[in-house]
Structures are given as structure tokens and as C-alpha cells.
């Protein structure tokens, strides 16, 4: 097998895993702070998307060219609008259906997903087609053999890698990020300690969904290329990842995400016939491992759990 | 009525989905004193505490602090009033380390000079904290979960400190050794609202106290004449 080869699959599996990550980092911090299971959660990044996409439209009318502002502009546009999507859901969704059986709250989500789904469709100018995403960052490559590693590639992984780390830190090592943890662990006694209960759930999910968005547009950039039924695939797939790695845990789905892209990456790469099974190989590792371990494959380690 | 300072409760209703628990119950702890409330398992006590931190809402009645109605206050809102709680059953952040617990418990305070402080004079107390600040609360023994859970009450330097059946799963020397903390975080000046089982250890420490009795308040008064109380004795001794 070829070097070449080998690389073109190694950096693919890499982005996929650290797109799959992120979006199943928002699975677990929704699923840690108020035990719930957001099904709508692949739609918000789709819908992040489209918004990070008309921010370029309008950029572009406006004559702005330079390419990092437009980026930085898709980029701060979707996350934050995103951001805001993620408050609105808790605030009049996900919160007063505090104390109802979860599975409510799951068809809820489900149905929200559906209508953020089908709303794109068919509001969006020519919404069920496909639509290019703009190919506006740098794709100069370096070269080694007949392996070539393109620039884009190597900015859209530090940009992610960087948004998990300041996660990480985030939940970690700050003052709110302890909140987070108390929040999950005891709602009640957090409260009692003089936590704004409130706050946190709309902070988590405004954060929870900013980082899919974020998923979603590095998703558009790497592949150029988005639809609205791309949140469904995604959603399904981050859910997986934070399921293998434990629900609620922070490591676990960042684990599993790069798990879950590598079994795509195997089975893209090693299955001769076509690289369309990729998925169902993938899918089917996972349900095996869930069958063997199934709570995930972390145990519940302290102070992962957020 | 609103210019009497402490905790008011007046005629307090409340319970949960599926039944009352307190009837029209009053109560007042003096800024300074230790009031204790004394009960048997599930007289209300605990539920008593939830409605005065506003996470059972009272159904009817009134809840003052120092002549702020908190009735209908939110938690967080309650606990900056000056209140803090060390809940029943300690409830520690198992997955949190002792610090973080102790950081927690002062959540309300945002300067980290004072929290410093205040975190050395908790060490100070229990210097066996000290020796475990990086250690999760989780795999610490119960007697050291309850320092935790003291520390982090004392954390944010409140006015008034709720106590609820803090001797609960304790040896009877660190039972004693605890009475003797609850004396001196009073002596320090701090209000303090214990609620409790251990009639004697109790009384020989609070200032006042009421007796709850199937949600209801059966007997009031000073820990001398509780001591005497025919209703206590019935209720207790009995
Ligand atoms: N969350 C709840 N939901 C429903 N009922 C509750 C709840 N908490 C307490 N109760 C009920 O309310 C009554 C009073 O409980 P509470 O915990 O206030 O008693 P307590 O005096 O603190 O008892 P203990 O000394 O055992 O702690 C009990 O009958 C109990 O079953
Ligand atoms: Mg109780």
C-alpha cells in the first residue's frame, strides 16, 4: 500500500473525527446538566450551516473578498446565531418540560429536528437542492511523494482542535466550568451552593450548540458541499460517539468521535468493494460495542464527567 | 412584623405531588442564636429547609430574612441573602476535589483574594482538609465528607448556616466533636438553624428551640424549658 494513499485516508479520518467530536461534545454537556437527549442537535448545526453560508452571500454583495474576514465572519455569524438558537430552545422547550419523562422531551427534540429540517427546505432559496459552501480558504499543499497535505485541510484541524481544547479548558479549569460540573453531578445541592440553575442550562446549551455550528461550518469547508438533510447523518453519528465514549462524558465523546471516524476510515479504506459501506461498518462496530460495554467504553472517571 | 430581623417563617404550607407534609408552620431563628428543630424521620424537617431555600415553594405563608421577603425567591437569589445550607446527607461533589467543593461553596463570592482567606480559615478548622485538597470529595470517609460539606457551608461567610441532621451516620465521638464545631462557628457569629434528632447533644448547645410533629410545630421555647416540656416528652421520650 502506498504512502499516499495511507495520508489521503489518515488526514480524511482525522477531520472526520474531529467534526464527530465536537458534535458529540453537545450531546454530552446537554446529557450531563439536565440528563437530557437532544435529538434536534444535528439540525442545529444543519441550520447553522445555511446561516454561516448567507452571512457569505451577504459579505459577498457587500464586496467584501479578503478571504480570513469572511471566514472569521461565517464563522462568528453561525456560532453565535446558533448560540442564540440553543437558549431559545431551552428557555421555551427543553426547560419547562423540566420533570416530564424523558422520552418527551426526546420527541419533542425529534419533532423540532423535523421542522428546523423541513423549514430549510422549503424556505431557503432552492433548499432542497445541494449547495456549494464556499472554497475560500488557502489550498496551497505541501507535497511528500504522491502524498499531499493541502493547507485548508491543516487550518480547519488546528481551528478545531483549538475550540476543543478551550472546551475542555472551559468545563475544566474555570469558575463557570465548575458550575457546569456541580450542575451535573447534583442539580439541587448546586443550586444550594448559590448556582444560577437557570443560567447554566441556557449557557450549556448556547454553548453545546455554537460548537456544533462551528462542527458544521469546518464540515462545509472541508467537503464544500451541504444540504439540508446533512444534520441527520451527523446527529445520528455524533449521538453514537457520545454514547461509546459515555454519555456525559467529556473525554469520552471526544474519544469516540475520533473512534467512530476511524471504523469509517478502516472500512473506507480496507473494504475493496466500495467505500459506501463505510457507514454500516462503522454503525456495526458501534452496536457490537455497545452490547459488550454498555455504558460506554469509559468508565464514569470523576472528573471527565461535566 | 418586617423590621424583625433573622429568619421569619410564618404559617408555612407546603409538601409535594403527593401529599402535604407542613401545616401551617412558624419560626424564627435569632440573628446570633443557635435555634434548633427537633424531630422524628419525617416529621418534615428536611421539607421545612427546602421551603425556606425556595427548592420546595411554600403553597402558603410567608418566609423572611432579616426583613427581605424570600418566599418566592429563587435559590440562588436566597443563598446571596447571606444563607448557606449543609444539606442533609452531606451531599459532597463526589467527582469534584475538595477544593473545588470548598471553591463551590463559595460560588457567590467572585474575589479570589477573600476566597483564599476564607479557604485558609476552613483548613485551619479542619487541617485534615488541607492534607486532601486535591483529592476527590467521592473516596473520602464519611467523617471527612462532613468536614468537606462544613467547609463548604462556611464558605461563603453567611449570616445564617442551616444544618440538617448533621450527627447522621457519624461516630458518637465525632457526633461530640461536631457539636462542639456547630458552638464555635456560632461563637464566631453566625446564626445558626440546626435541625436535628439528638435531643441532649442538641439542646445543650442551641439557645431555642422548636418540635415538629407530623408537619406541624408542637412545642416552642428555650433549650431549658424544652428540656422540661411535657409535649416533647411526649413526642420524644415517650
Ligand atoms: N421529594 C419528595 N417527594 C415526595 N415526598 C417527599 C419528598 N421528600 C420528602 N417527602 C415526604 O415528605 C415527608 C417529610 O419528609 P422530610 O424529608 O421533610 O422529613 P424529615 O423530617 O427531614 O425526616 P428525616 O429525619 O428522616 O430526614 C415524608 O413523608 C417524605 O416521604
Ligand atoms: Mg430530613
Known amino acids: 500500500m502506498d504512502i499516499g494513499f495511507i495520508g489521503q485516508h489518515l488526514v480524511n479520518g482525522l477531520m472526520q473525527g474531529m467534526i464527530y467530536s465536537l458534535v458529540a461534545v453537545g450531546f454530552t454537556l446537554f446529557f450531563g446538566v439536565l440528563d437530557v437527549i437532544k435529538f434536534s442537535h444535528g439540525d442545529v448545526l444543519m441550520v447553522g450551516v445555511f446561516a454561516g453560508l448567507t452571512a457569505f452571500f451577504g459579505l459577498d454583495a457587500l464586496g467584501i473578498e479578503n478571504p480570513y474576514i469572511l471566514v472569521i465572519a461565517i464563522i462568528l455569524f453561525s456560532t453565535a446565531l446558533m448560540a442564540l438558537l440553543g437558549i431559545v430552545i431551552a428557555k421555551i422547550l427543553i426547560l419547562p418540560l423540566k420533570g416530564a419523562p424523558p422520552l418527551n422531551i426526546l420527541l419533542i427534540t425529534l419533532m423540532l429536528g423535523t421542522l428546523l429540517r423541513e423549514s430549510v427546505r422549503l424556505f431557503y432559496p432552492n433548499g432542497s437542492n445541494s449547495k456549494a459552501f464556499p472554497a475560500i480558504l488557502p489550498t496551497d499543499s505541501f507535497t511528500w511523494g504522491n502524498f499531499s497535505l493541502r493547507l485548508d485541510s491543516v487550518m480547519l484541524f488546528v481551528a478545531g482542535a483549538a475550540v476543543i481544547v478551550g472546551t475542555y479548558t472551559l468545563i475544566n479549569r474555570t469558575r463557570l466550568g465548575l458550575a457546569i460540573r456541580a450542575v451535573a453531578q447534583d442539580e439541587e445541592t448546586a443550586r444550594t451552593m448559590g448556582i444560577n440553575f437557570g443560567f447554566i442550562v441556557l449557557f450549556t446549551f448556547a454553548l453545546g450548540s455554537a460548537i456544533a455550528a462551528f462542527a458544521g461550518v469546518m464540515n462545509g469547508f472541508y467537503y464544500n458541499e451541504i444540504n439540508f438533510s446533512m444534520g441527520l447523518l451527523l446527529g445520528a453519528v455524533g449521538f453514537s460517539a457520545a454514547i461509546i465514549g459515555g454519555l456525559g462524558n467529556l473525554y469520552g465523546a471526544i474519544l469516540g468521535g475520533f473512534l467512530f471516524a476511524g471504523l469509517q476510515t478502516l472500512a473506507a479504506a480496507a473494504l475493496p468493494f466500495s467505500s459506501s459501506y463505510k457507514d454500516v461498518f462503522a454503525f456495526a462496530v458501534v452496536i457490537a460495542l455497545m452490547a459488550w460495554r454498555p455504558t460506554g467504553l469509559i468508565a464514569e472517571k470523576a472528573y471527565a464527567r461535566v | ?238
Open chain 2, 1 to 238: 412584623m418586617t423590621n424583625r430581623t433573622g429568619l421569619i417563617v410564618e404559617n408555612a404550607t407546603t409538601g409535594y405531588d403527593s401529599a402535604d407534609v407542613l401545616y401551617g408552620v412558624s419560626l424564627n431563628a435569632e440573628p446570633g442564636k443557635i435555634t434548633c428543630l427537633l424531630g422524628s424521620n419525617g416529621a418534615g424537617k428536611s421539607t421545612l429547609v427546602r421551603l425556606i431555600l425556595g427548592l420546595t415553594p411554600a403553597r402558603l405563608g410567608r418566609v423572611s430574612f432579616n426583613g427581605r421577603d424570600i418566599t418566592r425567591m429563587q435559590t440562588h437569589k436566597v443563598i446571596s441573602e447571606g444563607i448557606a445550607c449543609i444539606p442533609e446527607g452531606r451531599m459532597v461533589f463526589s467527582k469534584c476535589t475538595v477544593e473545588e467543593n470548598l471553591l463551590l461553596g463559595g460560588y457567590g463570592e467572585k474575589d479570589d483574594a477573600l476566597l483564599t482567606k476564607r479557604m485558609k480559615t476552613v483548613y485551619d478548622l479542619f487541617p485534615r482538609l488541607a492534607e486532601r485538597k486535591q483529592q476527590l470529595a467521592g473516596t473520602m470517609s464519611g467523617g471527612e465528607q462532613a468536614m468537606v460539606s462544613i467547609g463548604r457551608g462556611l464558605m461563603s461567610e453567611p449570616s445564617l448556616l442551616i444544618i440538617d441532621e448533621p450527627s447522621l451516620g457519624l461516630s458518637p465521638l465525632l457526633v461530640k466533636e461536631n457539636f462542639k464545631i456547630i458552638k464555635e462557628i456560632n461563637e464566631r457569629g453566625i446564626s445558626i438553624l440546626l435541625i436535628e434528632q439528638n435531643v441532649r447533644q442538641t439542646l445543650a448547645i442551641a439557645h431555642y428551640g422548636y418540635v415538629l410533629t407530623q408537619g406541624k410545630v408542637v412545642a416552642a421555647g428555650t433549650a431549658q424549658e424544652l428540656l422540661k416540656d411535657e409535649t416533647m416528652h411526649a413526642a420524644y421520650f415517650g
